[in-house]
Nanobody, 128 residues
Framework: QVQLVESGGGLVQAGGSLRLSCAAS????????MGWFRQAPGKEREFVTS????????YYSDSVKGRFTISRDNAKNTGYLQMNSLNPEDTGVYYC?????????????????????WGQGTQVTVSS
């Protein structure tokens, strides 16, 4: 079991940057893959990016590729999302999620159903 808490959200102008953090507690953070999802008002939650348990593999949605970078520091039990060149379409609540790396079943990493543990989210607002 792992608990997740996001931080670092806020208001930023278009073209600016934010760095989100996902602090984990409980079992060893290195036992989990993690991902970031976001949800804009009136829209479905969507996949943003994910990273494997040791950072060896990363995946990005087309909309953020080249602008966002996911990383993790297992020694600090923390995952990160560096967001650059933000635009108003990036506005939404950002959630971090975790999946036990020894879990059975298919790992569809772009689907929220693949992750068992979720943070409460942090608001990101990008103004024009």
């Amino acid at each position: 079991q792992v608990q997740l808490v996001e931080s670092g959200g806020g208001l930023v102008q278009a073209g600016g940057s934010l760095r989100l953090s996902c602090a984990a507690s409980g079992r060893s953070f290195s036992d989990y893959h993690m991902g970031w999802f976001r949800q804009a008002p009136g829209k479905e939650r969507e996949f943003v990016t994910s990273i494997s348990w040791n950072g060896g593999s990363t995946y990005y949605s087309d909309s953020v590729k080249g602008r966002f970078t996911i990383s993790r520091d297992n020694a600090k039990n923390t995952g990160y999302l560096q967001m650059n060149s933000l635009n108003p379409e990036d506005t939404g609540v950002y959630y971090c999620a975790a999946r036990f790396r020894f879990a059975t079943g298919n790992y569809y990493y772009t689907r929220g159903t693949a992750y068992s543990y979720w943070g409460q989210g942090t608001q990101v607002t990008v103004s024009s």
